[in-house]
């Protein structure tokens, strides 16, 4: 699925990005300045989406608000996992103790992540993508798939299996002494989430936080961390030219409601600099269009073109002889 060597234009370096692509130093500099009180809104934003979202279903009491919520919930879970990861890479907060303590804290251990030992295997992927050490290779690797392999995959998800096999490895975390202090605190942070529900819906509500909180964590947000996650890398291979690693996608509103928010999805972006902040992710695209090294040729018009792509694997030939190429130009 990589593309082909004929679509990737040899332009760098210019007067303004590096052969990498990352950008000059004084465009650097423009790029990876923090907006702390833009990114203090955005973190109380997430729990309005989350807590603040369950306040309001309790105060309607309806069916269709309660499945809405259910919905939200694994949205809200991709909105956590997203400054967690901004906060991973300090660009939450340009005082690193304050962006330590809101990444963890605040969203990454509400949403069951392991925030320091997240960090070190988030780096190892970046450092390189689909090399020996990379932490998610079992994510994305192998594609293109079946239809039929995709959608066993999205069920496992959807279902809730998926989350139960994150769960028992959070659980089993303490029975390791280094392990069980991480594993203590995001106990800890749900236990404060458990008493914000009861607080938000009192006690005869006790099961808002099983139904609205932790299932949500194991079934919508696990098929939602998948589409976006095989997005991202799904069948590219190793390189140095990170056109060959990680896919570009076409943004659209709904897909950044619901698939890649906080600008997540300009995610090649993300890997020639993870030094820019989510904000100026769109500017550093736009810089790299400019300078003619992301051509329309390497673009999926949608994230939907690219899951087909991704699951277009011919059972039988996949039998036969293995599955065949493609590129992103022929399967666009």
């Known amino acids: 699925m990589a593309p082909r060597p004929e679509l990737l234009p040899d332009?760098?370096?210019t007067d303004r990005l590096t052969a990498s692509g990352m950008p000059r130093p004084f465009l650097r500099e423009e790029l990876r300045r923090i907006p702390n009180a833009r990114n203090a809104w955005t973190v109380v934003s997430v729990w309005l989406q989350s807590f603040g979202l369950i306040a309001l279903a309790c105060r309607i009491d309806h069916p269709l608000a309660w499945a809405a919520t259910f919905v939200l919930m694994g949205r809200a879970?991709?909105?956590y996992a997203i400054l967690g990861h901004e906060a991973a890479h300090r660009l939450l907060f340009s005082r690193k103790r304050l962006n330590d303590l809101v990444g963890a804290w605040g969203v990454a251990y509400p949403a069951f992540v392991p925030f320091e030992a997240y960090r070190r295997?988030?780096?190892a992927h970046h450092k390189e993508e689909f090399g020996p050490n990379e932490p998610d290779l079992n994510l994305y690797n192998g594609y293109p798939v079946t239809k039929a392999s995709l959608r066993r995959k999205l069920r496992r998800d959807a279902l809730g299996s998926s989350g139960w096999k994150n769960l028992k490895g959070l659980l089993a975390a303490f029975r390791s002494p280094t392990a069980r202090p991480v594993a203590a605190r995001i106990?800890?942070?749900q236990v404060v989430v458990a008493a914000v529900l009861v607080a938000i819906g009192g006690w005869q509500r006790w099961w808002l936080y099983p139904l609205l909180w932790l299932a949500p964590w194991m079934t919508g947000w696990r098929v939602i961390n998948r589409l976006r996650a095989i997005?991202?890398?799904?069948?590219?291979?190793r390189s140095k030219d990170r056109r060959l690693t990680t896919h570009v996608v076409r943004?659209?509103?709904?897909a950044r409601f619901w698939i890649v928010p906080f600008n997540t999805g300009w995610h090649l972006a993300h890997h020639v600099d993870m030094g820019v902040p989510f904000r100026n992710l769109p500017r550093l695209h736009a810089e790299l269009v400019a300078a003619g090294w992301v051509v329309p040729d390497i673009e999926y018009p949608s994230y939907r073109a690219l899951w087909r792509a991704l699951s277009s694997r011919d059972a039988a030939t996949d039998v036969a002889t293995g599955h065949p190429a493609s590129s992103a130009g022929s399967s666009s």
């Open 121 to 123: 295997s988030h780096f």
């Open 11 to 13: 332009v760098l370096p």
């Open 231 to 237: 997005a991202e890398h799904g069948g590219l291979v």
């Open 77 to 79: 879970f991709a909105l």
């Open 187 to 189: 106990a800890a942070a």
């Open 251 to 254: 943004q659209s509103w709904p």
